[in-house]
């Protein structure tokens, strides 16, 4: 335990606590992983809906004679 008491007295208030993306930007780097992880989710999910619009439009509105595609 010498050295977990050796950074606690070098870091004082600091210890224990995230360290920060930038400096300047109170954002801390486990929030900028969930940040990444739910924006990925969210182009996945917007991706899956830009599949099921082109299949509506290019299959299920002619089909079902909702308007012709030339």
Known sequence: MGEAKRR???LG????QEARLFPWLP???SQGEQFVKLTTKGAWI??????LWWLTVRFVGPTFGWWQIN
């Open 8 to 10: 606690k007295t070098a």
């Open 13 to 16: 208030d600091k210890y224990g």
């Open 27 to 29: 954002i801390t780097k």
């Open 46 to 51: 917007g991706i899956g809906f830009l599949v």
